[in-house]
Every structure is written in structure tokens, then in C-alpha cells.
DNA sequence: ACGTCAATTGCCTTATTGGCTAAAATAAAG
DNA sequence: CTTTATTTTAGCCAATAAGGCAATTGACGT
């Protein structure tokens, strides 16, 4: 069984090194390369059926960190490693926040790049030993996570951030209805509303989104 | 320049089986060994000339986590790896915590655990790919720290962890189904049986229910 | 008084989910 | 090479969720 490899850098030398290192091995096919994350995100569309994305951080258009929170939200079962120059600890946190499953570095050489891969594919995490040492930090200083610059102002009323907080146990329209003293109409438009302005589909997203923003 | 290095363990046999591994080795020398952490104290006391030390964690008299944070305390440049039999999250947090600077399992072979000494030296973490995945997660996921003691054994197959981690992101039945290769049928098969398990009956009860037992 | 906006409710339609039963194909274990 | 567990598929049925459209109420500020 091969395994189904993408590459994105928005360096083609760089693309060109990492397709190299991985030519030693035959067990290894590099299906795509792209040089930015709409590019991946494009290709992805026609046909998802990959292995592992090996991703740079700095990239235009669509950054490396962007592209994984969305790749991993649309195929959880893509692996995708990140594969970077630099490993300051803001990249880094955020990576692993957008899911990535592995953070190594491009001066790697072929051996490790490969172990890293099949470490991950069998549910492992592939890591640099220095990025290993960060993560080690961040978990000993719970503060230095809490965090950064994000966040779009997403307003929501009272009312729906109660609705949204019955969402978040689990709990029915109609159970919140009762909860809350209202018919099952207003809470489903509630929730409708809710889904507008998160700009989400279903009841896990929006709960997830909201968390993510600390809303609930 | 030779490495120097202890290891503590109460299981004497084990004791001899790593030494075993690190006689491949010219340039590491077991300087000494103990069978729990006040026995290392005593003879870290009448020389602290040491590298590494290799510490289990289950142990009498004074376990590892509990030695490992009077080390670091008192000798900060020693570096400790905890080599031991067990990698539950809360031993790992808990090692961490306490300051350790490497998490291996006791079943790795001389040339890795060699490299991960090498690698904790330079300023790195020794990290076997299992465990790194676990630091992922409780740095993605801060709350599972807190709640690891109650958990009931929960045991999900391979392949119903993968439909949870596509269920998490919000996917509907259909997509999944896409994105691992299967029929909406057996995705609905593996979700039915996973709420059996989980004892629930919703998508959000499932998904949080995993979260807070750090299954996904 | 007027416009705006949050909150409220209803109806209709389609899509998705959850529960139940049944069974075949594989893979793992002994 | 059996036994066992996992993975796979399907069809049925009731309940729930989601999206669109329309409309009423009350509070707020200008």
C-alpha cells in the first residue's frame, strides 16, 4: 500500500528538496503539490483520497494554518504535518490548535521525514525533538496559551447565547422550548439566526465554534 | 565525552534490561542505579556528576513524578527522561508538570532511546510519537486535564475513533461516509454503536463525552 | 410617531438522524 | 483451522433538524 503524499510551499525549490528526500522511498508517491492553500484546497475539491499534507506555514493567498483548520474540518482523516523553516512558538501553538498531527522541520533528513510520516499514519505524532521541548513548555505554562489576536466580533443577543449554551448540553429544540418557556418555533429560529451569524450548519459547529470564540 | 547516566527503577530486571540497550553504546556510561527515588537522592547527594537519568514512574517510597520534581529542583541541568512501562495522560501531564524532559516507553529499542538521550542533551525532548500525540491533544484540549480521573474504560475500535474524529468537525453521515471510503450505512452502523458505548444519543453528547475523556 | 432590532410564533418542505433488525465479509486470536 | 471481534452493508421507520417564508410584538432611540 502506497502512501498518498501532497506537498504545499509556496517555494517550488524548496517543493522540488522535499520531493527529493521522499524519492528514496518507494512505498512513498507525492500525488500533487501546490503553492499555496487555496491551490490545495482546489485540488482537494476534485479528489481527497491522500494520506498525509505536507504543509509549510508561511505561504500567500492562504497560510498554512488557515489551510489545515479547514482541510482537517473537512477530511479529519487527512494527516497533515507541517513542515517549516521556522518554529517560533506562536506557529507552533497555533498549529497544533489547528489540528495539525506533527511538526518537523524542512532541514530534516530523508530517514526522519519518513519515520515521522508512518509514525503518524499509525496514530502517532511526528515531532521534532526542539518542538517537542516547546510543547512541553506551553503544557508546564497553562498562561502563555491563553491567547492571541483572533477573533471576528461575532455578536450574538442574550437570548441566543442562552439557547446556544441548552445547545451545547446536547439537549433538543424542543426540550430547550420547555426550558426556556418558549414554543419550538422560537428556539429553531434562534438557532437558525444563531447558524447565520456563525456562519455555520449544524448544532456540533455552532457549539464548537463557540467555544472556540469563548462565547460559552 | 562519555554520557553519564543513572536509572531508577523498582523492578530490577528492567533495570538490567535497558542497561542492556545502552551497552551498545561506547559512550554511555550507567553510573549508578536505583530501585526508587530515595535511594537516587542519597547518591545524588554524594555526587550529581550525571547527564541523564532514566526514571520510572510507578514506584515505592517516592515515585518518580515526586523524585523528578526534587531533582529538577535541586539540580535543574540534569536532564531526566521517565522511561516507563505506561503512557496514561495523566502520568504524562503530571511527568511534565514536574519537569521532565523526555517521555519514552520502556519497550524502544537501544538506537532510539540512545538518539533520545543525544537529542535531550542538545536542548531537545525525547518523545516517543504515542506520547507526543497526548500533548497534543491535552494543549488543544486544557480541560481534559483536569477530568482524567473519572474515567470508566471505555473501549472504541480503530475504525469507530476515526468516524468520532470525522463526527467531531461536524461532517454529516453522507460526507464521512465519503471521506473514509465507506457506505452511509456502515457509518451509521459504526455511529450507533458508539453511542452504545458512550451511552448516549445525539452527536454533541458523543463528541463532548469523548472530548472530556480525551478520546479524540 | 417612525424606523430598527431583538424576540416571538407558525407553517411547510426537505434532509438528516437515531433506533432496530439482519447478515456477510474480514481480521485477529486461540 | 475454528472461534471471536471487528468491519462492512442494507432496509425500515419514527423523530429531529434545518432552511425558507411570513408575520406579530415590544423596547429603544431619534
Known amino acids: 500500500m502506497t502512501l498518498k503524499v501532497a506537498i504545499v510551499d509556496d517555494n517550488s525549490f524548496l517543493i522540488h528538496a522535499i520531493k527529493e528526500k521522499l524519492s528514496f522511498f518507494e512505498d512513498v508517491a507525492v500525488k500533487h503539490t501546490s503553492l499555496n492553500g487555496s491551490e490545495l484546497l482546489a485540488k482537494l475539491e476534485e479528489n481527497h483520497n491522500l494520506d498525509i499534507i505536507l504543509m509549510d506555514i508561511e505561504m500567500p493567498v492562504l497560510d498554512g494554518i488557515e489551510t489545515t483548520q479547514v482541510v482537517k474540518q473537512k477530511y479529519p482523516q487527512i494527516k497533515i504535518i507541517m513542515l517549516t523553516a521556522f518554529d517560533n512558538d506562536e506557529n507552533i501553538f497555533n498549529a497544533i490548535k489547528a489540528g495539525a498531527d506533527g511538526y518537523l522541520l524542512k532541514e530534516i533528513n ?99 465554534k463557540a467555544k472556540r470564540h469563548n462565547i460559552i
Chains 1, 2 share one sequence.
Do not use: C, W
Not at 133 to 152: A, C, G, Q, V
Not at 184 to 207: D, F, G
Open 110 to 208: 530523508p530517514k526522519d521525514l519518513y519515520n515521522g510520516m508512518i509514525e503518524t499514519l499509525n496514530g502517532g505524532a511526528a515531532m521534532n525533538p526542539s518542538i517537542a521541548l516547546k510543547t512541553l513548555k506551553l503544557l508546564r505554562n497553562p498562561l502563555s496559551i491563553e491567547n492571541e489576536k483572533d477573533k471576528e466580533d461575532i455578536s450574538l443577543s442574550k437570548r441566543e447565547i442562552e439557547v446556544l449554551e441548552q445547545l451545547s448540553t446536547g439537549l433538543s429544540y424542543t426540550v430547550i422550548a420547555e426550558n426556556l418557556f418558549l414554543s419550538p418555533s422560537t428556539v429553531r429560529k434562534h438557532i437558525e439566526n444563531i447558524y447565520q451569524k456563525l456562519q455555520v450548519h449544524s448544532k456540533i459547529e455552532a457549539v464548537q
